[in-house]
C-alpha cells in the first residue's frame, strides 16, 4: 500500500500490527542488533537484577514501530524521525500491538512531512511505548 | 541510597567527551538478518527487484537498523545500580542508509541526571549517536535514555 501526501487525513488511525514476540525473537535481535545484554535472554540474570523474567528489548519496540509507520506509509516514504519512551517492560509470550494515527501535516522546502503519534500496548491495553513520528511522502506533482 | 554526589560529578564531567568513531560498511545480509529478527517483511529490504521500482532506486536499511552500528562510547568512570534500562531512543535521519555505504558512528554523553523516586534512585544518562556516510555527510542522530536503577 502506497499513501500519498495529499490523501493523509488528520487524526487518521494507523493499521495496528500485532507482535507475538518470543524468547527466541528476542535471541534472534539480540544476535541481529548486537545487544547481548543477558536481561533479554538469561531468565536467571534478570531475575536477579530484580526483573520478573527476561524482557523485550527497548530498540526492538522502536524497531516494531518503524515498521508500523512503513508499512502504513509505503515504500516510497521516508521516515525521518521515530521517538520512543519506554514506560513499562514487557516480557516474551504475550501479544503486542502498535498502532498510531496522524497528528498533522505541513510541507517544509517542498517537502510533504506527516506527524504521528504512536504507541505499543501491552494485552492489558498498557501503553508501555509512547513516541511519536515523522515521515516524508511523496508529493503529487 | 540516594546517587553518590561524586558518582554524579564524575558522570557530569564525562558530558561531551566524544567516544571513537567506529566505522561499519552495510552488508545486505545484516539487514536481512535484522527485519527477519523484527519480523517485518517489506520487500523494500530484501528485494533489490521491487525496491528498484521505488524511490530509493534500491534496498535501503530499515528505519531502526542504525542501533546495530557499534560506536565506540567510552565506558563510564561510575559504578550504579544494578542493572540498566532503556528508558527511550530517538532517531532523526537525513538521508536513507543503503548497502555499501560506510557508516561511522560516534557517541559521546549529553546529560546526566539523578532522580529519586518511589522504587528507588536512577541514574539517568542521555547519549548522543551522529552517524555520518563515506561522502561524509550526515545520514542520522541518535539519542538514547539509559536509566540505572537500584
Given at each position: 500500500m502506497a499513501t500519498s501526501f495529499e490523501a493523509v487525513e488528520v487524526g487518521a488511525e494507523l493499521p495496528r500490527i500485532t507482535k507475538e514476540p518470543t524468547t527466541q525473537q528476542l535471541v534472534k535481535y539480540a544476535g541481529a542488533s548486537g545487544d547481548f545484554y543477558q536481561i533479554h535472554y538469561d531468565k536467571d540474570f534478570a531475575q536477579r537484577t530484580g526483573l520478573p523474567g527476561v524482557i523485550i528489548h527497548g530498540l526492538l519496540k522502536a524497531g516494531w514501530l518503524g515498521e508500523l509507520v512503513t508499512a502504513w506509509a509505503g515504500p516510497d516514504a521516508f521516515v525521518r524521525k521515530i521517538a520512543a519512551s519506554y514506560r513499562g517492560i514487557d516480557v516474551p509470550g504475550q501479544p503486542y500491538v502498535l498502532t498510531g494515527r496522524v497528528t498533522g501535516k505541513r510541507t517544509e522546502d517542498g517537502r510533504g512531512l506527516v506527524d504521528l503519534e504512536v504507541w505499543g500496548e501491552n494485552r492489558d491495553g498498557q501503553q508501555t511505548t509512547v513516541g511519536s513520528a515523522t515521515v516524508e511522502l511523496p508529493l503529487r506533482r | 541510597m540516594p546517587v553518590p554526589e561524586e558518582v554524579l560529578a564524575a558522570a557530569r564531567a564525562a558530558i561531551g567527551v566524544r567516544g571513537q568513531a567506529v566505522s561499519h560498511r552495510i552488508e545486505l545480509g545484516a539487514i536481512r538478518r535484522f527485519v527477519e529478527s523484527i519480523g517485518d517483511t517489506s520487500p523494500l529490504y530484501t528485494?533489490?527487484?521491487?525496491?528498484?521500482?521505488?524511490?530509493?532506486?534500491?534496498?535501503?536499511?530499515?528505519?531502526?537498523?542504525?542501533?546495530?552500528?557499534r560506536s565506540g562510547g567510552a565506558a563510564l568512570p561510575v559504578q550504579f545500580g544494578r542493572v540498566t534500562l532503556n528508558g527511550g531512543n530517538e532517531y532523526e535521519w537525513f538521508r536513507p542508509v543503503r548497502p555499501g555505504d560506510v557508516i561511522t558512528a560516534q557517541s559521546q554523553l549529553a546529560d546526566v541526571r539523578a532522580v529519586d523516586g518511589r522504587s528507588g534512585s536512577m541514574l539517568i544518562l542521555t547519549s548522543e549517536i551522529r552517524y555520518t556516510n563515506q561522502d561524509d555527510e550526515l545520514v542520522a542522530i541518535g539519542r538514547s535514555t539509559g536509566i540505572r536503577r537500584e
Amino acid at each position: 500500500m502506497a499513501t500519498s501526501f495529499e490523501a493523509v487525513e488528520v487524526g487518521a488511525e494507523l493499521p495496528r500490527i500485532t507482535k507475538e514476540p518470543t524468547t527466541q525473537q528476542l535471541v534472534k535481535y539480540a544476535g541481529a542488533s548486537g545487544d547481548f545484554y543477558q536481561i533479554h535472554y538469561d531468565k536467571d540474570f534478570a531475575q536477579r537484577t530484580g526483573l520478573p523474567g527476561v524482557i523485550i528489548h527497548g530498540l526492538l519496540k522502536a524497531g516494531w514501530l518503524g515498521e508500523l509507520v512503513t508499512a502504513w506509509a509505503g515504500p516510497d516514504a521516508f521516515v525521518r524521525k521515530i521517538a520512543a519512551s519506554y514506560r513499562g517492560i514487557d516480557v516474551p509470550g504475550q501479544p503486542y500491538v502498535l498502532t498510531g494515527r496522524v497528528t498533522g501535516k505541513r510541507t517544509e522546502d517542498g517537502r510533504g512531512l506527516v506527524d504521528l503519534e504512536v504507541w505499543g500496548e501491552n494485552r492489558d491495553g498498557q501503553q508501555t511505548t509512547v513516541g511519536s513520528a515523522t515521515v516524508e511522502l511523496p508529493l503529487r506533482r | 541510597m540516594p546517587v553518590p554526589e561524586e558518582v554524579l560529578a564524575a558522570a557530569r564531567a564525562a558530558i561531551g567527551v566524544r567516544g571513537q568513531a567506529v566505522s561499519h560498511r552495510i552488508e545486505l545480509g545484516a539487514i536481512r538478518r535484522f527485519v527477519e529478527s523484527i519480523g517485518d517483511t517489506s520487500p523494500l529490504y530484501t528485494d533489490a527487484e521491487y525496491a528498484r521500482t521505488t524511490r530509493f532506486g534500491g534496498i535501503i536499511a530499515p528505519p531502526t537498523f542504525l542501533c546495530t552500528l557499534r560506536s565506540g562510547g567510552a565506558a563510564l568512570p561510575v559504578q550504579f545500580g544494578r542493572v540498566t534500562l532503556n528508558g527511550g531512543n530517538e532517531y532523526e535521519w537525513f538521508r536513507p542508509v543503503r548497502p555499501g555505504d560506510v557508516i561511522t558512528a560516534q557517541s559521546q554523553l549529553a546529560d546526566v541526571r539523578a532522580v529519586d523516586g518511589r522504587s528507588g534512585s536512577m541514574l539517568i544518562l542521555t547519549s548522543e549517536i551522529r552517524y555520518t556516510n563515506q561522502d561524509d555527510e550526515l545520514v542520522a542522530i541518535g539519542r538514547s535514555t539509559g536509566i540505572r536503577r537500584e
